[in-house]
T-cell receptor, first 115, second 110 residues
């Protein structure tokens, strides 16, 4: 059974600081997704990482994937209040072998950016 | 292009009642999914479909049923509502990879 663990689960940051959210998973896979969820809202796709060493950046967020370590990171640079949300990583258990693109989600990281 | 739509947005059910959560997508996606989200627990897959007429169980299917008669629609049926089914339900669709989520249905079973 695939397990996806995120840490920390709660993160309180000051504006302009940097921090990293970690996502570990237990089974070989090379397809990992990051989503953002605002309170009371739906999930919004942030990044898709499809190979070992993949790195994607959008604004103050950068995601990377190390399939050998079964680890993805979401790095936040110079945080601003607008980044306050819950961030989920999700792993496609089928990987490159073909699947029904089913995702297993981590529990999420609640990020609060304080002035 | 509305993406993924869900109805209703919010519903209160009494124990033992039945209801259908509706999900429609207009992106011609083959894959559709139903998740439930409980506080602090992430999302759990209930059922999924790889195309019209084909459905399969996810991680937490008990108490739910689905059907997929068209590419666009993927309704989720609760037959005998129980308090444990109080949750937020999300429908999602994908072509091959990234899943796009609907706005969710908040269900309260009392």
């Amino acid at each position: 059974e695939l397990k996806v663990e995120q840490n920390p689960l709660f993160l309180s940051m000051q504006e302009e600081k940097n921090y990293t959210i970690y996502c570990n998973y237990s089974t070989t896979s090379d397809r990992l997704y990051w989503y953002r969820q605002d309170p009371g809202k739906s999930l919004e796709s942030l990044f898709v990482l499809l190979s070992n060493g993949a790195v994607k950046q959008e604004g103050r967020l950068m995601a990377s994937l190390d399939t050998k370590a079964r680890l993805s990171t979401l790095h936040i640079t110079a945080a601003v209040h607008d980044l306050s949300a819950t961030y989920f990583c999700a792993v496609d258990i089928g990987g490159s072998g073909g699947s029904n693109y089913k995702l297993t989600f981590g529990k999420g990281t609640l990020l609060t950016v304080n002035p | 292009n509305a993406g993924v739509t869900q109805t209703p947005k919010f519903r209160i059910l009494k124990i033992g009642q039945s209801m259908t959560l509706q999900c429609t997508q207009d992106m011609n996606h083959n894959y559709m999914y139903w998740y439930r989200q409980d506080p602090g627990m992430g999302l759990k897959l209930i059922y999924y479909s790889v195309g019209a007429g084909i459905t399969d169980k996810g991680e937490v299917p008990n108490g739910y049923n689905v059907s997929r008669s068209t590419t666009e629609d993927f309704p989720l049926r609760l037959e005998l509502a129980a308090p444990s089914q109080t949750s937020v339900y999300f429908c999602a669709s994908s072509m091959a990879g990234t899943q796009y989520f609907g706005p969710g249905t908040r269900l309260l079973v009392l």
